[in-house]
């Protein structure tokens, strides 16, 4: 892979890791007491959402953490060994945790007499925006399940090779 697209690629997790930690230190909380402001019946609900909030983002970052070991190991032309499935199973892992979270949000907002401050549709909205980050999620997972697949046939293929020359 040539260096300028792995910088790129390097460039855009870093911004992306930063941009999480922004919003897990101040985008997040600040829009849970924003809206308790707003409807102080919000205020059960706050640090939950917040918390859970906050544990997806770190998903995020653990899977773009993941990814930059891999560029690493694609750079250094060691892909096809090993060590590359731990920070596949890294990001599998991860998003199945933010897709867990994502699952008990949904089941949250749907079973639960959460109030609203206008016709209910806030709640919906969210509840929509889970159920999507679920399908999202469940769907993300199962395509790395079949890529690791893919690599660990790539990875024997390359080991038989390697055995023949």
Same mark, same amino acid.
């Given at each position: ?65 993941? !990814? ?31 897709? =867990? ?41 199962? =395509? ?19 055995? !023949?020359?």
């Amino acid at each position: 892979m040539h260096f300028f697209f792995i910088a790129a690629l390097r460039a855009g997790i870093a911004v992306a890791v930063l941009f999480g930690l922004f919003g897990q230190i101040v985008i997040i909380p600040t829009t849970a007491a924003d809206e308790v402001d707003r409807f102080p019946a919000y205020a059960p609900f706050a640090v939950p959402y917040v918390t859970v909030a906050i544990i997806g983002v770190t998903c995020v970052q653990v899977a773009l953490a993941a !990814v930059w070991m891999l560029l690493s190991m694609v750079e250094r032309d060691a892909i096809f060994t090993p060590r590359a499935f731990r920070w596949v199973d890294i990001i599998i892992g991860s998003s199945v945790v933010a897709t =867990l979270l994502a699952a008990g949000v949904a089941a949250h907002l749907g079973l639960a007499e959460i109030p609203s401050p206008d016709d209910g549709m806030d709640v919906i909205s969210a509840l929509a925006a889970a159920i999507a980050a679920v399908g999202v999620g469940a769907a993300f997972a199962m =395509l790395v399940v079949v890529m690791r697949n893919l690599l660990r046939k790539a990875t024997d293929l390359q080991t038989e090779i390697a055995e !023949v020359v």
